[in-house]
């Protein structure tokens, strides 16, 4: 099984800045078969990006994802108000099982 | 509009059984993989079960292997989630979510629904 641990735990910053959310995988993680979520409280999580770089429809070209083999990386060039909430990164290459990350919760400085 | 509504949670006691559904609309549902995703309370997500779009090839989580059984029925467009011999530890919000894309059972999940609250406790 895929272990994957994302850094750092909680990230505080303030609109505008740029967020950069880790994702690495215990083994390589196959043709990139990498997601990343958004959650926010009292709501089903959200597609951002899959195959560790493509946007998923209708996300805003601020998230961007990148990485190969262990390491991913998850960036939000300028983060507008909505983005503070908690992301999760998904591996999906070597399943079954399917795993995810801790998360990381993005807040508000 | 992709939507996927889950119901039957509730509160059992533990050793007990109870039966989640995910009524599924606005995409032609056998051509889609689907699996079940459960979160804690205050905790993250953990991948429980999949199925492929036929309902031929069933996988699960270790933590669920030999209780759970996933199904569907492609002709009513619904997903199903038979749990048994439930524990204090599978207390959580059940997700059914759909694959991105035709293929494998295994992948991203672009569409989720609300979620069905499941308490085990005596």
């Known amino acids: 099984e895929i272990v994957l641990t994302q850094s750092p735990g909680t990230l505080s910053l303030s609109p505008g800045e740029r967020a950069t959310l880790s994702c690495r995988a215990s083994q390589s993680v196959s043709s990139s078969y990498l997601a990343w979520y958004q959650q926010k409280p009292g709501q089903a999580p959200r597609l951002l990006i899959y195959?560790?770089?493509t946007r998923a429809t209708g996300i805003p070209d601020r998230f961007s994802g990148s990485g190969s083999g262990t390491d991913f990386t998850l960036t939000i060039s300028r983060l507008e108000p909505e983005d503070f909430a908690v992301y999760y990164c998904?591996?999906?290459?070597?399943?079954?099982?399917?795993?995810f990350g801790q998360g990381t919760r993005l807040e508000s400085k | 509009e992709v939507q996927l509504v889950e119901s039957g949670g509730g509160l059992v006691q533990p050793g007990g059984s109870l039966r989640l559904s995910c009524a599924a609309s606005?995409?032609?549902?056998?051509?889609?993989?689907m699996s079940w995703v459960r979160q804690a309370p205050g905790k993250g997500l953990e991948w429980v079960s999949a199925i492929s779009g036929g309902g031929d090839s069933t996988y699960y989580a270790d933590s669920v292997k030999g209780r759970f059984t996933i199904s569907r029925d492609n002709s009513k467009n619904t997903l199903y989630l038979q749990m048994s011999s439930l524990r204090a530890e599978d207390t959580a919000l059940y997700y059914c979510a759909k694959r991105t894309a035709v293929g494998t059972p295994f992948g991203s999940f672009d569409c989720w629904g609300q979620g069905t609250l499941v308490t085990v406790s005596s």
């Open positions: 195959g560790a770089s």
């Open positions: 998904q591996q999906y290459g070597s399943s079954p099982p399917i795993t």
């Open positions: 606005g995409f032609t549902f056998t051509n889609y993989a």
